[in-house]
Structure formats: structure tokens, C-alpha cells
């Protein structure tokens, strides 16, 4: 059995992988670029078939959703915990989303 969402929480593939770090992924940062660190999708033979359709419709419902809604996290945690039954979820992370305001548009 092949879990390959186990080395997204290694400190030899991440820094500090228990830490939220919004910039991780950043250009200047190669951390993700290890081979192996980062396999969402599977790796080699067993990889998603439908993972190029899924990263397009994640992509696709989330600029809809804030292009129509801005998410609101209540309370805003200090560290965010998570557990992983049997994949790793947030917990006592609550996400509000509030409609955007429409501005009229002069014709």
C-alpha cells in the first residue's frame, strides 16, 4: 500500500511541515520541488487519471466562489490544528463566506 500524502508532513521534504506557511510555494522557495515531496495526485502508473481535470475545476470553482463571496475565517487560529481521519482535515476551522457588495456600473 502506497499512502502518498505521507511525505507532505516530513520535516526532511518541509520545513517545519506542521506550520500553515502561505508562502511555501513561493518561486524563491524550492522545498517543493524535492522528487516525491509533493504527490497529491499519486506518482508513476498509479497516477489520477483525472487529475489535469481536477486541478482545472479547482481552479475554476474557486475564482467563481471569490469572485462572488469573501471568505471569512472565525475565530482567526494561532495554529491550526488537524487531524487525519482518514485524510487530514482542520479542526475548529470555521470558513464564512460573505457576498460580495456589486457596484453599479455606469453605462
Known amino acids: 500500500m502506497f499512502a502518498p500524502t505521507v511525505s507532505h508532513r516530513l520535516a526532511s521534504c518541509y520545513p517545519a511541515p506542521e506550520v500553515f506557511d502561505l508562502h511555501r510555494y513561493d518561486p524563491d522557495r524550492a522545498e517543493h520541488r524535492t ?3 509533493f504527490l497529491p495526485y499519486g ?9 489535469g481535470i481536477a486541478d482545472a475545476l ?7 466562489l ?25 479542526v475548529g ?15
Not at 93 to 107: C, I, M
Request: proline share 14%; net charge positive.
Open 43 to 51: 506518482v508513476g502508473v498509479h497516477i489520477c487519471l483525472g487529475a
Open 35 to 37: 522528487p516525491g515531496a
Open 66 to 90: 471569490l469572485a462572488h463571496y469573501e471568505p471569512l475565517i472565525h475565530p482567526q487560529p494561532d495554529r491550526l490544528r488537524i487531524r487525519a481521519r482518514p485524510t487530514p482535515a482542520p
Open 93 to 107: 476551522f470555521r470558513l464564512q463566506l460573505s457576498p460580495r457588495q456589486r457596484t453599479s456600473q455606469a453605462a
Open 58 to 64: 479547482i481552479v475554476a470553482t474557486l475564482a467563481r
